[in-house]
């Protein structure tokens, strides 16, 4: 199985801060890469697919990069409704596998 | 708009069984792959099983392989999971999610979920 290791656990952050988080395959998974974003007691939502596509609706501050192994997800400007966890799953191979996440925090 | 309302959940002593139910409404459910995937109380998400539009198809984790049993009624917008031979590590929310039109395995809407309490 491929594993999905996020960095960092949980950040503590500001409104207006531009955020970064990592996301390591344990194997290269091309651009088969997606984020979700959950709050808490909610259902995930989906972020972003195929590594660097906004999904419809979210906003543009959200930005996805990287190819291979090595995935970020950035948050420019931070905003009060962003703070939530997120999580990074591959879509390259079954089993589907789904990071541990990220919880950012004010 | 694409709406998932899970089902079912409740709590069951070990070794016991449970069937959950996924409806689905606002897009054609018959077109697209369904998953279900679990998230045990304070941590993180576990895709645990997936179907193919037809039924066809299915594939399950490890972890629930031989236990549960993903299946689907297209005439009736509904997902199922049968899960059998529970354990107190089955205790999770499970969701189903709907794929995504163009990407695959790629979960693009989700139901707010059903609570599974495997104790006795």
């Known amino acids: 199985d491929i594993q999905m290791t996020q960095s960092p656990s949980s950040l503590s952050a500001s409104v207006g801060d531009r955020v970064t988080i990592t996301c390591r395959a344990s194997q290269s998974i091309s651009n088969y890469l997606n984020w979700y974003q959950q709050k808490p007691g909610k259902a995930p939502k989906l972020l972003i697919f195929a590594a660097s596509n906004l999904h419809s609706g979210v906003p543009s501050r959200f930005i996805g990069s990287g190819s291979g192994t090595d995935f970020t997800l950035t948050i420019n400007s931070l905003q009060p409704e962003d703070f939530a966890t997120y999580y990074c799953q591959q879509s390259d191979s079954l089993p589907w596998t789904i990071g541990q996440g990220t919880k950012v925090i004010i | 708009q694409v709406q998932l309302a899970e089902s079912g959940g409740g709590l069951v002593k070990p070794g016991g069984s449970l069937r959950l139910s996924c409806v689905a409404s606002g897009f054609t459910f018959s077109d697209y792959y369904m998953s279900w995937i679990r998230q045990a109380p304070g941590k993180g998400l576990e895709w645990i099983s997936y179907i193919s539009s037809s039924g066809g198809n299915t594939y399950s984790a490890d972890s629930v392989k031989g236990r549960f049993t993903i299946s689907r009624d297209n005439a009736r917008n509904s997902l199922y999971l049968q899960m059998n031979s529970l354990r107190a590590e089955d205790t999770a929310v499970y969701y189903c999610?709907?794929?995504?039109?163009?990407?695959?395995?790629?979960?693009?809407?989700w139901g707010q979920g059903t609570l599974v309490t495997v104790s006795s």
């Open positions: 999610a709907k794929e995504h039109v163009v990407v695959p395995a790629t979960l693009d809407h």
